[in-house]
C-alpha cells in the first residue's frame, strides 16, 4: 500500500531556530504539494512542484520558507528562522496531476514554535 | 476566482444518506468539482470528481446541476466513520483552494 511519508510527526523548537520538514512522495508521482493548516486559515497551499521543478510557491514566505526537491523519493521545506506564528500542521500530497490520483496526503507534520 | 460556498456543518443519522451541497456558481470552461475529505488530524482523502456527468465510485456519488454552478456529494450510507469535514474544490490549473469546507457529523 503506497503512502506519502513525512518526517518528523512531529516538532517542538524555539523561535529562531531552523526547521527542516521531509516528505518521501509515492513512487511514480510526477507533482508534490506542501499545505500548512492553522485552525484559522485552515488548508493553505504554499508551493507545487511538478517533475520535480518549482511551478508554483506564491503561498510561501520567502523571506524565512524555502521548498526544495533535490531528487525524485524527497522533497522538503524548510523555516529559516522558525515564528510562533509558524506553529501548524504541515501536509506534503504527491499525485499525478489531472487524475483522480492528483494529491494523496501524507500524515503531517505538527510544528510548535515556542 | 475559484472558491467554492459550503454549509459549515451538517449532521446525519447513521444508515441514511448524507447530501452536501456545494455552490460554485464562477466555475467555468473545463474546471473539475473536486471533493476531499479530511477525518480529524489526519490528511485529505481524495474521494470523487467530475466535469458535468453525474459520477459514482465506491465511496459517494457526485450530482452536478446542468448548469454546473453547484454540486451534491452522496454517501448513501453514511456511517460513523464517514464523520469528517467535507471539501469541494473548483480545480484550477495551479490553483487547489480548500475553503472551509463542511463538517459532517454523522449521528448513532
Known amino acids: 500500500d503506497a503512502r506519502v511519508t513525512q518526517t518528523p510527526r512531529h516538532k517542538v523548537t524555539e523561535m529562531g531556530q531552523e526547521v527542516t520538514m521531509r516528505c518521501q512522495p509515492i513512487?511514480?508521482?510526477?507533482?508534490v504539494f506542501w499545505y500548512r493548516q492553522t485552525m484559522m486559515q485552515g488548508l493553505e497551499l504554499l508551493a507545487y512542484f511538478r517533475n520535480r521543478a518549482p511551478l508554483d510557491d506564491s503561498g510561501m514566505p520567502k523571506d524565512r520558507f524555502s521548498a526544495e526537491m533535490p531528487d525524485a523519493t524527497l522533497a522538503t521545506l524548510k523555516i529559516q528562522p522558525s515564528e510562533p506564528r509558524d506553529s501548524a500542521v504541515y501536509f506534503c500530497?504527491?499525485?499525478?496531476?489531472?487524475?483522480?490520483?492528483?494529491?494523496?496526503f501524507g500524515p503531517g507534520t505538527r510544528l510548535t514554535v515556542t | 476566482d475559484a472558491k467554492t460556498t459550503q454549509p459549515p456543518s451538517m449532521d446525519c443519522a447513521e444508515g441514511r444518506a448524507a447530501n452536501l451541497p456545494c455552490n460554485h456558481s464562477t466555475i467555468s470552461g473545463n474546471e473539475y468539482v473536486y471533493w476531499y475529505r479530511q477525518i480529524h488530524s489526519q490528511g485529505p482523502q481524495y474521494i470523487i470528481h467530475g466535469l458535468k456527468n453525474n459520477e459514482t465510485n465506491e465511496m459517494a456519488s457526485l450530482i452536478i446541476t446542468e448548469d454546473r454552478k453547484s454540486s451534491t456529494l452522496i454517501l448513501p450510507h453514511a456511517t460513523l466513520r464517514d464523520t469528517a469535514v467535507y471539501y469541494c474544490?473548483?480545480?484550477?490549473?495551479?490553483?487547489?483552494?480548500f475553503g472551509t469546507g463542511t463538517s459532517l457529523t454523522v449521528i448513532p
Open positions: 513512487l511514480g508521482h510526477n507533482t
Open positions: 500530497a504527491s499525485g499525478l496531476v489531472g487524475t483522480a490520483h492528483e494529491q494523496y
Open positions: 474544490i473548483v480545480r484550477r490549473p495551479n490553483q487547489f483552494y
